[in-house]
C-alpha cells in the first residue's frame, strides 16, 4: 500500500459520501430556515415510498441484466441479516432493560437500505449499484418488516398474525415495484420509450427528495437525549455487524462491487421506519429516534472509512 492509492480510495469515498451528507444537511438546514416543515416531509416521504422510489425500481431491475446477478449474493445478505437479527438480539439480551429491548434490537440490525444503501450504491457503481441495490431491497424489506413485526410484538405482548404480515409486505409498493418488474420481463413486453422517459424522470425525483426529507427530520433533541443504549445500537449497527458481515463476504469469495454492495447495505443506518414502527407497537420512540439520528451521522463517517479500506483489497 502506497500514500497515492490511499488517497485516491479515500478521494473516491468521499465522492461517493459527500454527495449525500451535502443533501442531508441541505435538508437540515432548510427545516431550520423553515423552509420545508414537518407536513412537507411526510408528503414528500409518501410520495417518495409509495411512487417514485417503486417506478425507479421497477425500471433498473427491468434494465439489468439476469448474468449480473449473483443468486449466492442474495442468499448471503438473507442469511447475513438473520445473523445479524440474532446477534443484536444476544446484545440486548444481555444489555438493555426489557422495556427497550425491542426498540434496540429493531435499531440495532435493520438498516435504512432502501434509500441511504440505495444512494451509497449509486454513487460507488452506477446504474449497476441501483439495479443489484434494488434486488437487495426486494430481498430486505420483507425480513425488515416482518422480523421488526415478531420481535416487537413478542416484547410488546401482541398476538402474532403470520398472514397480515405477509399481506402487509406483499402490499409494499418497493415490493410490487420489484415483482411488476419480473413479471413484465417474464412476458417479453417492450416498453415505449416516452413511458420510460417518463418513468426514468419520475424516478430520479426518489434519491434527492428521501435524502432531505431525512436531514430535515434530523433533531439535535434527539442528539442530546442520547444513552449508553444508544451508542451500543450505534456501533453495532455502523461498525461491528458491518465488518463482521462484510469480511464473511470477502471469506466467503465475493469481491469488487458485489462485496462493495454487501458492506453498502450492511452500513446503512437505522431506518426511519423503525421510529414509526416503534411508536405504534408500544415502543421506546425516544430511543428509537436517538439510534437513527446516530447512525445517519455516524454512517458518513465509517461508509467513508469502509469504502476507501474495501477499494485498497487485492482482487
Known amino acids: 500500500m502506497n500514500s497515492p492509492s490511499l488517497w485516491a480510495s479515500m478521494g473516491q469515498a468521499l465522492d461517493v459520501t ?21 407536513a412537507f416531509i411526510a408528503t414528500a416521504s409518501r410520495l417518495v415510498f409509495t411512487l ?11 434494465a439489468i441484466h439476469p448474468d449480473a446477478v449473483n443468486p449466492a449474493l442474495l442468499i448471503y445478505f438473507a442469511v447475513g441479516t438473520l445473523a445479524s437479527l440474532a446477534l443484536v438480539w444476544l446484545w440486548g439480551c444481555w444489555r438493555v432493560t426489557a422495556a427497550n ?11 435504512n437500505g432502501a434509500v441511504l444503501g440505495l ?13 443489484l441495490g434494488a434486488l437487495l431491497i426486494a430481498v430486505l424489506i420483507p425480513l425488515y418488516n416482518g422480523l421488526s413485526v415478531v420481535v416487537l410484538s413478542i416484547y410488546s405482548g401482541q398476538r402474532l398474525n403470520v398472514l397480515r404480515i405477509a ?8 415490493i410490487i415495484g420489484v415483482l ?17 422517459s417518463a418513468g426514468n424522470t419520475l424516478g430520479d425525483l426518489t434519491l434527492p427528495l428521501a435524502l ?13 437525549n442520547s444513552g449508553r443504549e444508544t451508542i451500543e445500537a450505534t456501533l453495532l449497527k455502523i461498525v461491528i455487524l458491518p465488518l463482521l458481515l462484510t469480511f464473511g463476504g470477502w471469506l466467503y469469495g465475493f469481491r469488487h462491487a458485489e462485496l462493495g454492495m454487501l458492506f453498502l447495505y450492511f452500513a446503512a443506518p437505522s431506518a426511519t421506519a423503525g421510529f414509526v414502527m416503534a411508536k405504534a407497537m408500544g415502543g421506546n ?15 458518513m463517517l465509517t461508509v467513508s472509512i469502509g469504502l476507501s479500506i474495501l477499494t485498497l483489497l487485492p482482487g
Not at 417514485?52 to 427491468?62: A, E, G, K, N, Q
Not at 420481463?185 to 420509450?193: N, Q
Request: net charge positive; hydrophobic share 60%.
Open 18 to 38: 459527500l454527495p449525500v451528507c451535502l443533501l442531508i444537511a441541505l435538508g437540515a438546514v432548510l427545516r431550520w430556515r423553515a423552509l420545508i416543515d414537518a
Open 167 to 174: 399481506g402487509k409486505v406483499l402490499r409494499n409498493p418497493l
Open 180 to 196: 411488476a418488474a419480473l413479471l413484465w420481463r417474464l412476458a417479453g413486453i417492450g416498453m415505449p420509450r416516452w413511458i420510460a
Open 119 to 131: 444512494a451509497f450504491a449509486t454513487g460507488m457503481y452506477g446504474h449497476y449499484g441501483v439495479s
Open 285 to 299: 420512540g425516544e430511543l428509537a429516534a436517538s439510534i437513527i439520528a446516530f447512525t445517519t451521522l455516524g454512517a
Open 101 to 111: 429491548r425491542a426498540t434496540f434490537i429493531q435499531g440495532a440490525f435493520r438498516g
Open 212 to 224: 432531505l426529507c431525512i436531514g430535515g427530520s434530523l433533531s439535535l433533541a434527539e442528539l442530546r
Open 52 to 62: 417514485s422510489m417503486p417506478v425507479m425500481i421497477f425500471f433498473d431491475v427491468l
